[in-house]
C-alpha cells in the first residue's frame, strides 16, 4: 500500500480495479483543515485522464504490473507483431492500442511493454530514435528566418516538421515523447 506522501509522477496504483499512473500532483496544506494531494491521473487501460484529491492519511493499493522487454517484428496493417525477448513468445498489439507510438516504431526495436492480468496496457519506446528522412521539399536559398521548418516524411510514414537545412535521404533524431525534431544524426 502506497501512503499519499508517496505520491509522485509515474507512480502506478490501482483505483476501482484499474490501473493508473499520476501524472502531474500538487501537495496543498491550507490553513484550515487537513492537508490534501491534488493529483491528475491517467488510466492506463484507455488513456482517459481525470483529476482526483486524495487527502493526507489515505492508502493507494499497489498494482501488479508486468514489465518485460519486447523486439518489434512486424505488422499487418491492424495488429503489430512483437516477441519477448526471454522466452521468444509472440505478442500482438492492436493498432489503434499503439496510437503515435507507431510512427516510431522499426522493425527489431527493442521496447518496454507493461501487462496487467496477461493483457498489454502500455509501449514504451526509446527516448530517441534515428529515422531517415524519405521526402522533403528542398529548402529556399535565402530563407533564413529563424524557427522556420517545413514538413519531412519519414522511413515509418510519419510527417515531423524539420528546420530548412535538412534534406532528403538524411537520418535525423526524433523524440518520441513529444514527436518532434531533436538533431541531425551524421
Do not use: W
Amino acid at each position: 500500500m502506497y501512503e499519499t506522501s508517496d505520491i509522485r509522477k509515474n507512480l502506478k496504483f490501482e483505483l476501482d480495479g484499474d490501473p493508473y499512473v499520476v501524472v502531474d500532483f500538487q501537495f496543498v496544506k491550507p490553513g484550515k483543515g487537513t492537508a490534501f494531494t491534488r493529483t491528475r491521473i491517467r488510466n492506463l487501460k484507455t488513456g482517459r485522464t481525470l483529476e482526483k484529491t486524495f487527502k493526507t492519511g489515505e492508502q493507494l493499493k499497489e498494482v501488479a504490473l508486468e514489465e518485460r522487454d519486447v523486439q518489434y517484428l512486424y505488422n499487418d496493417g491492424a495488429t503489430y507483431t512483437f516477441m519477448d525477448n526471454d522466452n521468444y513468445e509472440q505478442v500482438e498489439i492492436g493498432a489503434d492500442f499503439l496510437d503515435d507510438a507507431k510512427n516510431f516504431l522499426l522493425e527489431n526495436m527493442r521496447v518496454k511493454v507493461l501487462f496487467h492480468d496477461g493483457s498489454p496496457i502500455s509501449i514504451e519506446l526509446p527516448t530517441f530514435v534515428d529515422l531517415l528522412i524519405t521526402y522533403c521539399e528542398p529548402g529556399v536559398r535565402g530563407d533564413t528566418a529563424t524557427g522556420t521548418t517545413k514538413p519531412a516524411t519519414l522511413q515509418t510514414g510519419a510527417v515531423v516538421n524539420v528546420p530548412l537545412f535538412i534534406n532528403d535521404g538524411e537520418v535525423i533524431r526524433i523524440d518520441t515523447r513529444t514527436g518532434e525534431y531533436n538533431s541531425r544524426v551524421k
